[in-house]
């Protein structure tokens, strides 16, 4: 699904991080599968690992310098961002990230990046805290808006001690990322606006009614969207997910909030993504205080919640939308009646009981609906499922498809 030849000429640019060890086996790797690779390091990289061992296990002598003449006269820094076919930033440290989102070129590989219209991957690698911040968060989101693909961070255990999101990816998982490289579909300058994750609906203050949606369907539609090349607004219920880098996450508890957030952005979006699984009932009453148990029969009053999705598309302008659909039998039937009934431009159906596949799970199949159409899109990760969704979107909408 969606590979691209896998790049014959990578520059890796490696910058100030202890996770610049792994950069040893990553040009290895690289080179296993066939490609050249040109290593570039930052002043701070050569303090974690020495460009002989780089040049040892990539055949070329190792860049560090930008006023270095004799390497000039080689490769000069403009010939250099030429030769590459993809520059491949790991680890990238915080500062990296931030000196590319604002184009300095001070150093070597800074230039190399500014000079360069090769697609540029970045794996960032940094503690957890620095991660989170609201600056690099800013800074990420400037990069994939550029069309920039960020790559991890995975969680885990940190070299500083602490856990959480900040680890590199290790190097076969960049290898195989790189291998998928090119998104199938040209989002740039679309605004799209996404749902995801189950709501919350309180009975009291410390009992709600939910369901077991993960997020993870609507968290990699994100994703794809933002490589894609779209500024992605995320609404999204109570998951275990981080935000991803690059897109605005709202975080929102009740279908009531969900709208809100929803109506908020949605006449700025020309692509609206249900994906979120919103309760369909809510308590009617929220008790003030904690229920108390008496050991009677309790009935619940439960009242409809507001259909966020067929509200924004019986707008009288709307964005082109998109709706899901978790059925158990008749699918076909089930899902393109429900699209009709919500006046959608198209909904996206899974077999909920097929096993293993669904809620909570990283792998699905859809079969997606439009007026006078279907496709079936066979059980696949979530993440490689969700470019194949929007290479179908963007047809639908008429946007020409990225030749690979
Ligand atoms: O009617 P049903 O709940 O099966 O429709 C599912 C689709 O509608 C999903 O795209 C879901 O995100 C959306 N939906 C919504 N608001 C609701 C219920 C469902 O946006 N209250």
Not at 378 to 386: D, E, I, R
Request: aromatic share 4%.
């Amino acid at each position: 699904m969606n590979s691209a030849p896998f790049p014959r000429r990578i520059l890796l640019g490696i910058t100030g991080g202890i996770a610049a060890y792994k950069s040893a086996e990553l040009v290895r790797r690289l080179r296993e599968r066939g490609a050249e690779v040109q290593v570039v390091m930052t002043a701070a990289a050569t303090a974690f690992i020495t460009p002989l061992t780089l040049q040892a296990l990539s055949g070329r002598p190792v860049r560090t310098g930008l006023m270095d003449p004799q390497a000039e006269a080689a490769m000069s820094h403009i010939e250099l961002a030429r030769w590459a076919e993809c520059l491949l930033i790991a680890p990238a440290s915080a500062d990296f990230i931030a000196r590319l989102a604002h184009g300095l070129a001070d150093d070597l590989l800074s230039t190399v990046c500014l000079a360069s219209e090769a697609p540029l991957v970045v794996a960032p690698a940094m503690n957890r805290v620095m991660w989170q911040h609201p600056a690099t968060r800013a800074n990420c989101a400037v990069l994939a808006a550029r069309g920039a693909r960020l790559l991890g961070p995975a969680d885990g255990e940190q070299a500083c001690g602490e856990v959480g999101a900040g680890r590199m990816l290790e190097p076969p998982a960049l290898v195989e990322a790189l291998a998928v490289t090119a998104p199938a579909v040209d989002l740039r300058g679309l605004t799209v606006l996404i749902t995801a994750g189950p709501t919350r609906e309180p009975l009291d203050p410390v009992r709600f009614l939910t369901n077991r949606s993960s997020g993870k369907m609507g968290y990699a539609v994100a994703e794809a969207a933002r490589d894609a090349g779209a500024r992605v607004i995320l609404v999204s219920g109570p998951v275990h997910l981080p935000a991803p880098a690059g897109v605005t996450c709202v975080r929102v508890e009740q279908a009531e909030a969900m709208r809100a957030a929803v109506l908020q952005h949605v006449a700025a979006a020309d692509l609206f993504i249900a994906t979120a699984a919103v309760a369909d009932y809510r308590p009617a009453e929220r008790a003030a205080g904690k229920i108390k148990k008496n050991g009677e029969r309790l009935t619940l009053d439960l009242e409809p919640t507001p259909d966020i999705l067929a509200e924004v598309a019986g707008r009288a302008s709307p964005p082109f939308t998109v709706g899901f659909a978790a059925e158990t039998e008749r699918v076909a039937e089930y899902a393109e009646g429900k699209r009709r009934r919500k006046k959608l431009d198209m909904i996206a159906a899974n077999q909920v009981d097929d096993q293993g596949l669904g809620f909570d799970s990283d792998d699905n199949a859809l079969t997606v609906f439009w007026d006078g159409g279907a496709r079936s899109l066979p059980s696949q990760s979530k993440s490689a499922l969700a470019r194949a969704l929007l290479a179908l979107v963007a047809e639908r909408m008429g946007r020409a498809p990225v030749s690979a």
